[in-house]
Every structure is written in structure tokens, then in C-alpha cells.
């Protein structure tokens, strides 16, 4: 079945690459700028992190994904053509990799059982490359969303008995993409501990010796100093929270429902099956196998449950217990996810070969049902992502080619600049500057230009800082701006519609983007009415998603 497990995720590749908008500033301003500024030396934003003095990130990550822009360049493709590149191979890795898991889950669990193998390979499959979570994750540049594809093969390789890659996967997320995917590495280690302490310490050290010492030498060449960038994050996050300080609360903090919300809104009726059904089940056969002996199926069926239940519970209980949640930091358990609730299916799956066909209707129905029921929730949670928050991309990729170098300016709509990717052709005729807007936090800075990309990497130009002040050397003034990507809103402080100057400014490019609700909405005791209110805007219902919305309009302005 391996061909149609491929056919999915070649599908659900293309699909994320193409129609995927990037959803988070950090994507941009962290991972796709400064691969932009090292794979083409043009001007490019800079973020703290990306400082010598602090020096969180690695350069090393960005060219594991980031190859095909330099590879492209020399063929003098446009950038936006890099980025679509860029977007596919990641795509294709995290689907590749959720092929593997469903060939060697379905492997474990039906093995000599061809027709139910090929029947969950596919359920997985739907569940892990169909969701919400999959599209806006497998195409993203972020280090969670890469991680999640290595959480995939290391579920592929610990379900396989493959327990030296199953540790190569951990060690290579853990120290190289974003330290924390460790915690999902701890229930393999633990089994791996308890089955064989000599093997598992000497492919520890196999796998670091092997991974540890090319970081340290290319981080080291791009700051121009001895560093460990996985160290620093570690110390950044970990040890200032043991110390008092708690610096990743300066980006904001959220209540645990959060997550819940995001897990609902990612994966909606698998994740209640995930959560609710297999426990049960799983506490329900352990029991059991106190007063008799499990069949080899359930046994097989346990034992993957609680090599994708572990991670997935260990890495809740850290991360929920954490003020600051994003989005991006459940992207590494989505494997695991996507497993558990895939085998609730299984005991449903072995019904029509045990009962007669009549019988054995109502338990195919019932996963037909689900099944769609998931796909159509899904693509209705997909399009109003692609329709709701396009405008941003749309507008930037719709500018009109410089003949000579223009600036386009950002205010408070900076978090949503996509990239200089997707500039049009003539990028390096583009100047990207921010102007003063109500928000009060560090904004990027920008790399060295005309010094060669190593002394600008080795040095910052802009005043930095880790405490998410304000720094003044960011702004320009608005008469150097020739372009302006701003919205039809009321302005707050230290903001102006520029679009109401008519005698200096023109509409160039307009489209529409969902707006946020209100905060002081009010819906008195009616929660039925907040209740679908957030439903439509959440999810693409037909005629209700455009009509019933609040909607504002984003628009590219051209000085006169």
C-alpha cells in the first residue's frame, strides 16, 4: 500500500505548499529572513536572536531546509520560486514520514491481515495528512514543525524495532532543530533504558558525537566565536524560568483552555476520540490483563498506544503548565496525535472478518462515517484559514517590479509581512522598513549590507536586547517610504491612516482579511450565541463564512 499512502502525502504536500499562508511572524522574521540574507546576501531582517551576543539561533537548521534557495540561485531563479522549493521539500519530508509510521504501525498491528492493514494505513494516513494541524505545519519553516516530522520517524523506528534511528531522530530534533522535542525522546529512552542501558548509552554518544560537533563548527564560523546555539536557547528558556525570571512570559501568556482550543481546532473529532476513547480503552485491557492473558492483536495494540500515548502525555503536561503557549509548540506531538486516534479504529477494523456481512456493516459505517465527517470538518477548518488570512501574501507577491530601489514600510501591520521572498522579481532593489505603531516591543533589525554575508552575521548593527524593549533605531521616517502595506481601521496610538491622506497616497492593492473579534464583545448570558459566532469564524461555512464575519481591508498604498 505503500504507493497510496505516497499518493496521499504527495497530495497533501503540494496542497500545504501552495495554499498554506505563513501563520506566524516568527516563521518570517526568524527563519525565512535570515535564510533569505544567507543564501543571497540582499537586505534582510535580523532578529536578537540572530545577534553574536545571544546567538539562540542556528544557522545550521536554516541550511537543512533552506538548500534549494541557494541551489536555485544559481540557475537565477525568481524567489518566490525558492520558497515554493523550500515549502515542498518540507512538505514532502513530514509526508514522507507519516507514510513510513502508518507502513510500520499497520505493519505491527495487522501482520498477517493484509486488508485491515491497508484499511488503517489509510485511516492514519487521512488523519495525519488531512488535518488543519498537518497543512498549516508540514509546509512551515518553524523548528516544531520540522520536529514533528522527526517525532514521525521516531515512532516509525521505535514501532519498527529500528531503536538506533529511533535515537539518531531524537538526537537530531532535540540538538539541532529545537531543544525541547527531547521530552517526546524520554518514554523511548526509558524503554530503551530498561531493555538495554550499554546500547542505548553507546548510540547516544554515536548519535551526538555525530550531530554535536557540525553545529558548533558552522554556528561558530557564522558568529565568529565558539558557540552552541542548542545551549543558549536552553539557557534562555529553561534556566531563566528556574532562576525567577520567566523571560518567555514577555511574549505573551495564555490560560490553559488555549491549547484545548487549538487541539480542537487542528485535529476537531480525532482529538476527542484521542483523549476520551483510547484511555479508556488502553485502562480498560490492562485491567484485563490482570485476570487473563491479552491476545497477541490487543498486546500489539497497547504497545503502540502507549509508545505514541507517552510522548504525547509528557509533552501536554509540560508545555500546558507553561504561561507562554503558542500555536507552533503542539506541532511536534501531532504524530502522536494522529496514532491515537487512528487506533481506536483498530478492534472495529477486525469485526468483518469475525462476523457475517450483515453484521459487519455497521462498524464499516461507522468508520466511514467518522472519516469523512473528519475531512470535511477539516477542509472547512482549512479554507477559512487560506480565506480568511491570504490577504497579507496576496498583496506582497502582487507588488509591481521596481525599475528602481523603492521602500516598502511596515507599521502595525508588521507581524504580518510574509517575507522578502515573495517579493517580486528586482528583490534587491527593495528596502523593507518598519514605521513608529502602538506596539511597544523589539521589532527586527536588519543585517549588515555591502560587508559580505560573514562579517554581517559576525556583527549587528542594530542595538539589541532580551527583554522585548522597544528599540528606537528601527524606524524610518514615512517620507522615505514608497510603499505601504496597512489596513482600513481606526488607528491607535502613534498610528495614522495613511490612506486618508489622498493628496499623498493611492491604493495600489487592496484585498480582504478576517479581523479579530472584538474583545468587549458582549453576548450577555447567551452562549449559544458566542458559541457560533466563534464557529463561523473558525470554520468556512458557506455564505455565513463571508456574510456573517467581520472583515477589514488591507491594501497596498503607492506614494503619488
Not at 304 to 318: E, H, I, K, Q, T
Not at 328 to 334: A, D, E, I, N, S
Request: hydrophobic fraction near 50%.
Amino acid at each position: 500500500m505503500w504507493h497510496v499512502y505516497l499518493k496521499l502525502g504527495i497530495l497533501s504536500a503540494l496542497a500545504s505548499s501552495l495554499w498554506n499562508t505563513i501563520n506566524d511572524c516568527d516563521e518570517s522574521f526568524n527563519y525565512l529572513e535570515p535564510l533569505y540574507f544567507i543564501s543571497s546576501n540582499e537586505s534582510a531582517f535580523q532578529t536578537w536572536e540572530y545577534s553574536p551576543e545571544y546567538a539562540l539561533r542556528s544557522y545550521l537548521y536554516l541550511w537543512t531546509f533552506g538548500w534549494p534557495a541557494c541551489l536555485l540561485k544559481v540557475f537565477g531563479l525568481p524567489a518566490w520560486f525558492k520558497f515554493l522549493c523550500i515549502r515542498l521539500q518540507l512538505s514532502l519530508l513530514y509526508a514522507f514520514a507519516s507514510c513510513l509510521l502508518a507502513h510500520f504501525c499497520s505493519k505491527r498491528l495487522f501482520p498477517n491481515e493484509p486488508a485491515e492493514r491497508a484499511s488503517f494505513g489509510i485511516i492514519f494516513c487521512v488523519l495525519g495528512l488531512a488535518s488543519p494541524g498537518a497543512f498549516i505545519s508540514m509546509s512551515s519553516a518553524v523548528p516544531s514543525a520540522y520536529g514533528a516530522s522527526m517525532t514521525s520517524l521516531m515512532l516509525a523506528f521505535w514501532i519498527n524495532g529500528d531503536l538506533f534511528f529511533a535515537v539518531g531522530t531524537v538526537a537530531f530534533s532535540a540538538l539541532l532543530l529545537w531543544p525541547f522535542t527531547a521530552c517526546l525522546g524520554i518514554p523511548l529512552a526509558i524503554f530503551f533504558l530498561v531493555k538495554d542501558p550499554k546500547r542505548f548509552f553507546a548510540y547516544t554518544i554515536f548519535w551526538a558525537a555525530i550531530i554535536i560537533p557540525p553545529i558548533v563548527v558552522v554556528d561558530s564560523y557564522y558568529y565568529g566565536k565558539f558557540v552552541f546555539p542548542t545551549w543558549n536557547i536552553i539557557s534562555y528558556n529553561a534556566l531563566s524560568a528556574i532562576g525567577g525570571r520567566s523571560l518567555s512570559q514577555l511574549y505573551g501568556t495564555e490560560p490553559l483552555m488555549y491549547y484545548v482550543k487549538n487541539y480542537l481546532l487542528n485535529y476537531n473529532i480525532a482529538f476527542v476520540v484521542a483523549v476520551v476513547i483510547l484511555p479508556m480503552f488502553i485502562t480498560i485491557c490492562l485491567l484485563q490483563s490482570v485476570f487473563r492473558t491479552l491476545s497477541t492483536p490487543v498486546k500489539n495494540l497497547i504497545d503502540v498506544a502507549l509508545m505514541a500515548f507517552s510522548p504525547f502525555l509528557l509533552w501536554n503536561v509540560v508545555f500546558f503548565l507553561q504561561s507562554h503557549k503558542e500555536e507552533r509548540f503542539l506541532f511536534p506531538c501531532f504524530p502522536c496525535l494522529s496514532i491515537m486516534s487512528a487506533l481506536v479504529f483498530c478492534p472495529l477494523l477486525r469485526i468483518p472478518r469475525q462476523k457475517t456481512s450483515f453484521k459487519a456493516f455497521p462498524p464499516i459505517l461507522l468508520i466511514v462515517a467518522f472519516v469523512v465527517t473528519f475531512i470535511l470538518i477539516s477542509l472547512s477548518r482549512i479554507l477559512a484559514i487560506t480565506s480568511g488570512y491570504s490577504a497579507p501574501m496576496f498583496l506582497v507577491t502582487h507588488l509591481p517590479p521596481p525599475q528602481t530601489p523603492a521602500t516598502l514600510c511596515i507599521g502595525r501591520d508588521w507581524h504580518y509581512f510574509p517575507s522578502q521572498f515573495l517579493l517580486p522579481d528586482g528583490n534587491e532593489k527593495w528596502n523593507v522598513a518598519f514605521l513608529k505603531s502602538a506596539f511597544k516591543g523589539q521589532l527586527p533589525g536588519k543585517f549588515a549590507e555591502g560587508v559580505g554575508i560573514i562579517s554581517a552575521t559576525r556583527t549587528a548593527i542594530n542595538k539589541f536586547n532580551d527583554m522585548n524593549r522597544e528599540e528606537s533605531d528601527r524606524f524610518i521616517d514615512l517620507e522615505q517610504c514608497n510603499f505601504i502595506l496597512d489596513r482600513i481601521s481606526p488607528p491607535g496610538k502613534n498610528e495614522v491612516q495613511y490612506s486618508a491622506d489622498i493628496k499623498k497616497w493611492k491604493v495600489l492593492l487592496e484585498r480582504q482579511i478576517l479581523d479579530r473579534p472584538a474583545d468587549k464583545t458582549n453576548y450577555g448570558d447567551d452562549g449559544l450565541r458566542k458559541l457560533l459566532s466563534t464557529l463561523k469564524r473558525a470554520f468556512y461555512i458557506p455564505f455565513l463564512f463571508t456574510k456573517d464575519n467581520k472583515w477589514i481591508t488591507m491594501h497596498i498604498l503607492k506614494k503619488i
